[in-house]
RNA sequence: GCACGGGUAGCGAAGCGGUCAAACGCGCCAGACUCAAGAUCUGGUGACUUAGUGUCUUCGGCGGUUCGAAUCCGCCCUCGUGCACCA
């Protein structure tokens, strides 16, 4: 279809407000929703896939008659904006390269582009020019979106209401203040997250919790040697501490105590959240050959010795040995043994922790091959086996002290708790693997006061959450239980950031609400933005008492001049809400999908929880996923000019099922397109046969409901009723599986089959499918009119059928394909099938196909479909002949025809 | 590492206890139509067998449940996705 007439469509629809629900109706409402783009950039057709599959639900929604809104507006809150702004700033080529790129794709005066390039250095202008370009998009695809109600997040009235969604939280106790280690960048002074991070995005960094143990030293009991352990729960199995004499060591003044830690670990301590006094440096050979005394148990004395594994640049430097189960500390023990150390040649492993087959160190090493201190990539392989078998499978002996026979799980949790009671414990965090940002400066772990968190952690919350999902419907189905397992993870959340755009966090100043965080509420939001914007309402008039009376109902002082709107608010939520049905990606069910159900779930009233989910997985092109840094992105509006809007919903549709990864196949669209093709030329068939002579039916087929017209065309042969049924059950078919939410089945039922039955019809019968498919053509035009809307919409209008082909409203369609026929289209079918089979059994070049049948019925068929067959088979036709040289009547039954070819 | 989700014919992809040698699409092979090519149409496309509708072996691997499994259970291999302050 050529683009023009695909614009002609659009204005149409819009024009016409085909897409504008009534606020209030007397029909049954349908609110959908869908997370709304981030406009950094150009859609891509991944994107695409999200958005058309909307676009489906929705259109099918109002076959169904429901009265449909699907709004749309834009998330530009966070930092990814404000990096391209700096980019573009600092004039960074690749960035600038890449943006001229985009903004090609939409504007061809070169000098123009470059304007609207340096534009960018404003934030605002660049969610601005990305926001028009996608709604383009958007109409471009068809999407039957309510623009009405358009906002972005940072729209004044918005910010006034995820405010008003804190304090709510807050209210509920939901919002808390803690502290919370990140990974950090002390150079620059601020929180990095995986973007930030040198490969961040493929080698992932996590956080991780060491174990402080503070040993007091025997001839200084108030001074600690603090050691940094992963394995409390061996803490009976420590014989000794190892220092490194290559290290520099400080007792520095840490939270009023006194430490002996490694010099780097100061600064961390510091990030931690630690308070740092004095500092004054102790030389390792000091502390080499002293004791320090157990923490739990002070008659037992803890030589500390020197070694060289230790490493300064985890935890404190120092390091607890637990020869019987950790492999560097027994291999250092050997050494240190070998070179003569007196203390160490007293020592012994001991082995606190029951193995079911029995453990000695020195022949589980040997089956890593570990034969010196030297050996570190078989000495972390031991570390790591020994770990997960001891940690998942065994438990401790008796001669763990306080922490035998427990499992070793159970006794790292009961270690902590021993050394917090006496005062011995504490922790540091540190990077799972050394980072660098991408800027080169190292990543740490901090601690940042003042973080606010929503806490998720109370049980009647999540039990209201499990409550809401097990009354939701959720397509496809498997996704219920990730979004259960979800809502049951999720703890604590910081909720508010530094960086970025965003709403400010309404109790602590120099604070935004985390982009996150500002939108798992905002279905509410575009049911209240007309009416703000129609009353002119101040951003400051919409403060709590506002939005508690035009959302929760409250009352508003007598004479507050905004009751009005906040009433009208609240008739258009009472209408509106619950919303309906969510359509998003399942990579959003740990965050986003979670926050929109608890969020609900906390602060409205039950009657206005979600009720339905649905998501789709991903696109990938060629079977590689897409990305920026490949290059093999496919902008959406390339593919929609290339292709036309129907063949890519098609496509999109028709080739997975929503739980399936989708590939776009660049050479598979154009064959898509053939059958797309077909199925135009067909319908214009029936299309033509009205125009032409079909008066008559015209003016029953207006007046018809949902069965056959009464005939004035006298020639009508029953095969074509046939094929009237079939396709109508077919399109009952899609019906079906289009409420089921399984899009491809609905395609193959609307869009491929019927073409099939049409295809057998002809081969039987050589009759023209035009009047057949004339009876069904309004009904099949709906049908397709979620997946190829474009297609159907200007049948529609050719056919001078009134209204819009996408607002028309359709029972289920129902066809009985006459039995008769189909038995006759069978018969036949089975002779042609045969045919090739026994021809290739067949000597020499056949010229006569003999058959014979011994059912009077099935005889008749066959002379009616003689010369069909002879045309497809390619044979002369002789039916029940004499000639029987095989004797093959004798083995013909029932609808099974036998044959012989001569 | 942890969690979840996949692995079906040459490819893509349905099916999710019997009607399954497995829909549909592509590719490939043969035929029709063409001077020819393309497009279109028809048939075939696991193996074996036979002038035909028969037999056998298949749905990542190995075991198990069942009268019966691609479909249910266990283990293993393998691929993908997510893993927190990030949109």
Redesign the pocket.
């Known amino acids: 279809m050529e683009p023009q007439k695909q614009q002609d469509i659009t204005r149409a629809w819009k024009q016409h407000q085909v897409f504008e629900p009534k606020e209030i109706a007397e029909k049954d409402k349908y609110y959908v929703t869908q997370p709304y783009p ?1 406009p ?1 950039g150009p859609l891509h057709v991944g994107h695409g896939r999200t958005y058309t599959t909307t676009d489906v639900l929705t259109r099918f929604a109002r076959i169904q008659g429901k009265n449909v809104l699907w709004p749309m507006a834009f ?7 404000l990096a391209i702004a700096d980019q573009v700033k600092r004039k960074d080529a690749d960035a600038m390269q890449m943006y001229r790129g985009y903004i090609g794709i939409y504007e061809k005066n070169p000098e123009k582009v470059e304007q609207i390039l340096h534009s960018f250095e404003d934030p605002k202008k660049i969610v601005a020019f990305f926001g028009s370009v996608i709604e383009k998009d958007f109409d471009a695809m068809g999407y039957s979106i309510d623009w009405r109600k358009q906002f972005t997040t940072m729209d004044p009235y918005y910010q006034q209401f995820v405010q008003w969604q804190f304090h709510k939280f807050k209210e509920k106790g939901a919002l808390v203040k803690g502290k ?4 950090y960048s002390a150079v620059d002074g ?7 991070i040198k490969d961040g995005d493929t080698d ?4 991780t919790e060491f174990q402080l143990i503070k040993f007091p030293l025997a001839n200084d009991p108030h001074t600690f040697i603090v050691v940094a352990t992963l394995r409390p729960d061996t803490l009976f199995g420590i014989t000794n501490i190892w220092v490194n004499p290559s290290l520099e060591y400080v007792k520095a003044e840490v939270n009023g105590e006194k430490w002996i830690i490694a010099k780097n670990a100061i600064e961390k301590l510091k990030l931690q959240q630690k308070t740092i006094g004095d500092i004054a440096a102790v030389p390792a050979h000091e502390l080499a050959h002293k004791d320090a005394l157990h923490p739990l148990d002070a008659h037992m004395h803890i030589p500390i010795l020197p070694t060289t594994f230790v490493n300064a640049e985890k935890g404190t430097g120092i390091v607890c040995s637990v020869p019987g189960h950790a492999p560097f500390d027994f291999m250092a023990l050997e050494e240190a043994k070998k070179l003569g150390d007196a203390t160490a040649q007293r020592i012994h492993p001991k082995y606190i922790i029951a193995h079911p087959n029995g453990f000695e160190m020195r022949k589980f090493l040997d089956t890593f091959k570990v034969q010196s201190m030297n050996d570190r990539t078989q000495l972390q392989q031991a570390t ?1 086996a020994i770990y ?1 078998i001891e940690f ?1 499978e065994c438990r401790t002996n008796g001669e763990n002290g306080p922490l035998s026979n427990m499992s070793v799980r159970g006794a790292k949790d009961k270690s902590v708790e021993l050394l917090k009671a006496v005062n011995r414990w504490d922790r540091i965090y540190e990077p799972s693997r050394k980072a660098l940002t991408r800027a080169g400066n190292p990543v740490v772990v901090a601690i940042l006061s003042d973080q606010w ?2 806490d ?1 952690t109370s049980k009647e919350w999540k039990e209201k959450a499990h409550r809401c999902l097990n009354r939701m419907r959720i397509f ?1 189905e ?2 219920a ?2 979004l259960h ?1 979800s809502i049951d ?9 530094k ?2 755009l965003g709403t400010p966090f309404p109790f602590l100043g120099g604070w935004m609400i ?4 500002d939108s798992t509420l905002y279905m509410l939001f575009y049911l209240c933005i007309e009416t703000l914007r129609e009353n002119g309402m101040k951003p400051e008039d919409l403060d709590e008492a506002f939005f508690d009376a035009a959302i929760l109902g409250k009352a508003l002082p007598q004479g507050d001049a905004r009751s009005a709107a906040a009433q009208e608010i609240h008739g258009k939520l009472q209408y509106w809400y619950p919303n309906d049905i969510r359509h998003t990606a ?7 999908s979670s926050f929109w159900i608890l969020a609900h779930t906390l602060l409205l009233p039950e009657e206005w929880w979600p009720r339905a989910a649905s998501f789709n ?2 696109m ?1 092109r060629n ?1 590689q ?1 897409m990305s920026k840094s490949k290059g093999n992105i496919i902008p959406l509006i390339d593919a929609v000019q290339k292709f036309g809007p129907d063949l890519m919903r098609l496509y999109t549709i ?10 776009w ?1 660049d ?2 669209v154009p ?2 397109e ?2 797309l ?2 199925l135009e030329k067909v319908l214009r068939q029936g299309l033509d046969f009205i125009r032409k002579g079909g008066a008559d039916f015209m003016i029953q087929l207006d007046a018809a409901t949902n069965t056959a017209v009464s005939m004035k065309n006298t020639s009508a042969t029953p095969q074509q009723f046939w094929l009237k049924e079939k396709i109508m059950q077919r399109l009952g078919e899609s019906y079906e599986a289009y409420a089921q939410m ?1 899009y ?2 609905a395609a ?1 039922k609307a869009f ?2 019927p ?2 039955d049409i ?2 019809f ?2 039987v019968f050589a009759e023209d499918e035009s009047f057949a498919v004339s009876l069904v053509l309004k009904r099949w035009l709906i049908m397709i009119t979620p997946i190829a809307p474009f297609l159907a919409e200007q049948l529609w209008k050719e056919a001078g059928f009134p209204g819009f082909a996408s607002a028309q409203h359709l029972e289920q369609p129902e066809g009985k394909p006459a039995k008769e026929v189909q038995e006759r289209v069978d018969a036949v ?16 070049n ?1 010229k006569t196909l ?1 058959i ?1 049948s011994i059912d009077a019925q099935e005889t008749e068929w066959i002379e009616a479909a003689k010369a069909q067959i002879e045309k ?3 044979l002369q036709v002789k039916i029940n002949d004499a000639h029987d ?2 004797g ?1 009547k004798a ?3 029932k609808g ?7």
């Not at 399942?586 to 986003?592: D, E, V």
């Open positions: 981030y950094t998330h530009v809150t966070g930092t990814p904006v919370y280690p990140i990974l601020n929180a990095v997250g995986e973007d930030d992932k960094v996590a956080i790591e997960k998942y968190f929503l998720y496809p498997k996704y239980k990730t397992d993870w999720l703890e604590q959340r910081p909720c508010i950031r960086r970025g985390e982009p996150l965080s399942p990579a959003h069910i740990q965050n986003h997985e991903m990938i079977g996923k028709a080739s997975s099922s929503l739980e399936r990864t989708a590939d196949k050479e598979q064959q898509v053939n059958k093709n077909e399984d491809k089945m193959q491929f089959e073409l099939n295809k057998q002809k081969k079918e089975k002779i042609l099938g045969d045919v090739e089979r026994v021809r290739k059994l067949a000597k020499g056949p003999y014979y497809y088979a390619l040289p095989l093959k083995k013909a039954q099974k025809a036998a044959l012989y070819l001569e």
